[in-house]
């Protein structure tokens, strides 16, 4: 099993940049796809970012494209989403989510519900 704990998170102008963690504990000599989700108020949650175990292949959703990147440091077992030029519909929890797969797994996860652990989310909060 592992534990996923999410930081970085607050308020921020419009136009702004926030880098997001998400630091792993526990089981992680296995291997996982990570990816980011956010739920908005009154939304449903979606992903927005995704990295696989193995290879560096990334997805980014259409809305975050050009803006958002997602990267992993798996020697620190931690999993990052730089957020650029951020716009207030970027107000929302985001979280962390891990997929336990192969660790030579070269494919992302997009499907929300093949996530196996997720983190408690941060608050990002983006004013106009």
Request: proline content about 2%.
């Amino acid at each position: 099993q592992v534990q996923l704990l999410e930081s970085g998170g607050g308020l921020v102008q419009a136009g702004g940049s926030l880098r997001l963690s998400c630091a792993a504990s526990g089981r992680t000599d296995r291997g996982y796809a990570m990816g980011w989700f956010r739920q908005a108020p009154g939304k449903e949650r979606e992903l927005i970012a995704a990295i696989a175990s193995y290879g560096g292949r990334t997805y980014q959703a259409d809305s975050v494209k050009g803006r958002f990147a997602i990267s992993r440091d798996n020697a620190k077992s931690t999993v990052f989403l730089q957020m650029n030029s951020l716009k207030p519909e970027d107000t929302a929890v985001y979280y962390c989510a891990a997929d336990e797969v192969s660790p030579l797994r070269m494919a992302v996860t997009t499907a929300q519900s093949d996530y196996d652990y997720w983190g408690q989310g941060t608050q990002v909060t983006v004013s106009s």
